[in-house]
């Protein structure tokens, strides 16, 4: 019967066999060690380190999967999180509680952003009715004018309606 010495992984700092680590599978947990060829992924929340092949996951991949924002800069970022941290409850929370703040706030400048184009979009439709109601005052005080004057009837004519569309617009602002 052999005795089984047993060691922390120096990357994922989980309890292994030396037969275990020292393979050229490396450690049972991360799959890394002294023979193994390639170097791992650091972990963002609690920097241990796995290999490439293990259950990694993106700590924003709510923004994607739940809003639909891929294109928000902390879901295309890639926060690591190892398997290892992906099983603390409090720590996965946190990091959902995070992404749903990050999509109001994405959620509300988009609305706010929408909110003044329209605001500007009234503002100028406001403008250019404003523009037309003077033309047309413009217009019938001009018609009216020619029609009630003494003097003979002057040909309506772009010079002389101009004339009185300026005096009609200076009266109205």
Known sequence: MSCRHTIECEHCWNETTVEQYESEHGCEHCELGPNVEQSG???????????????????????????????????????????????DDDLVEMYDQEADDMA????????????????????????????????????????????????????ISRQSFLHAQQYIAALLA
């Open 41 to 87: 992924i650091q972990c963002d929340c609690c920097e241990r380190s796995f290999s490439h092949d293990c259950n990694w996951d993106n700590a924003y991949s709510k923004l994607i999967w739940k809003y639909g924002l891929e294109d928000h800069p902390a879901a295309a970022e890639w926060t690591m999180i190892c398997p290892h941290c992906q099983e």
């Open 104 to 155: 109001m706030d994405y959620y509300r400048e988009q609305q706010e952003n929408l909110k003044k184009t329209m605001l500007n979009s009234l503002k100028t439709a406001a403008n250019e009715y404003i523009i037309r109601q003077k033309n047309r005052c413009a217009m019938r005080t001009f018609l009216i004018g020619s029609r009630v004057s003494n003097n003979e009837m002057e040909p």
